[in-house]
């Protein structure tokens, strides 16, 4: 009985002891985000106005490649027709409104003459008096129906010119956006691929948001059980001058059939310490 008793004992304790051990893992340094590489579209390197390291916010010029002027002049010049198409052209249609409006005017006129001269008695309306009134009218009808036609022209040739002027203004901004590299989000310069003069082809940068860093920890599948979302964690690496602390923030699902091992993600809680190591292999303690 007392020997049944000790055994007991001495696994339980056991089992307890194998609960307070921490989880080790190796692993390695990256920003939450991941390392983005910025890509270019083969044009003539201008300028790199950014330097290794620098951290820049998002929309930032990054690098300006040798179509980038050329496309500010035709961005001008479009945006000055669209300015000019909004202003002259209200002016000109305003212009053949009043015409219209006068030409109206004028055939009202010319068929008053016309009627009151109709309506004298027969021995009082000469024929070519009469004749040269109704000419009149006709002249003024034509005339009104000239002048609302070059109106509809006008408002017509307004739209189209718009449209054109919009439509090229499109262009040009499409073609300021392809004329310099810019700054995904906020971040930082990891490293730059490409020089002035160079063709800005393939990977020109790698770019990455160091605000926040986690491990990714290598776990073997036995130890997974006791890993838990959340848990605690220590990071060292004799480059630190202490323990970096983390939590568990991720748990991967595959296991890596090589190495029975499974990808745990651990958000650093402090990231500056970290953000000079990128891709440094440390050691992970999580506690279970």
């Known amino acids: 009985m007392k020997f049944h008793l000790l055994c007991w004992l001495a696994l339980a304790m056991s089992g307890a002891r194998a609960a307070e051990t921490k989880i080790g893992a190796l692993g390695h340094i990256e920003p939450a985000g991941g390392m983005v590489n910025l890509v270019g579209g083969g044009d003539v390197v201008a300028a790199v106005p950014v330097r290794p390291n620098q951290e820049v916010?998002?929309?930032?010029?990054?690098?300006?490649?040798?179509?980038?002027?050329?496309a500010e002049t035709d961005r001008r010049m479009a945006q000055l027709a669209l300015r000019e198409a909004g202003e002259n052209v209200p002016r000109a249609i305003a212009a053949h409104e009043r015409a219209v409006a006068l030409a109206e005017r004028e055939l009202e006129l010319a068929r008053d003459r016309l009627e009151r001269y109709q309506k004298l008695t027969a021995s009082s309306i000469a024929p070519q008096e009469l004749a040269a009134r109704q000419h009149a009218v006709f002249a003024a009808d034509s005339h009104l129906k000239n002048a609302r036609e070059e109106l509809?022209?006008?408002?017509?040739?307004?739209?189209?010119?718009?449209?054109?002027?919009?439509?090229?203004?499109?262009?040009?901004?499409?073609?300021?956006?392809r004329s310099a590299l810019r700054a995904p989000a906020d971040g930082t310069v990891l490293e730059i691929r490409v020089a002035p003069g160079e063709a800005g082809s393939g990977v020109l940068m790698r770019f990455a948001d160091l605000r926040e860093l986690v491990v990714v920890a290598e776990v073997f599948e036995v130890d997974l059980p006791r890993v838990k979302l959340g848990a605690r964690c220590e990071i060292a690496h004799r480059v630190f001058g202490k323990k970096l602390p983390g939590r568990v923030a991720g748990i991967g699902r595959i296991v890596n059939g090589q190495t029975k091992a499974v990808q745990v993600r651990v958000a650093l809680d402090d990231a500056a310490e970290a953000a000079r190591f990128l891709g440094l292999e440390v050691t992970v303690a999580i506690a279970p």
Do not use: I, P, S, Y
């Open 57 to 70: 916010k998002k929309g930032d010029v990054l690098v300006e490649f040798a179509g980038r002027n050329a």
């Open 152 to 177: 509809a022209q006008t408002r017509l040739a307004n739209e189209l010119g718009a449209e054109r002027a919009r439509l090229q203004l499109a262009a040009t901004e499409e073609r300021m956006v």
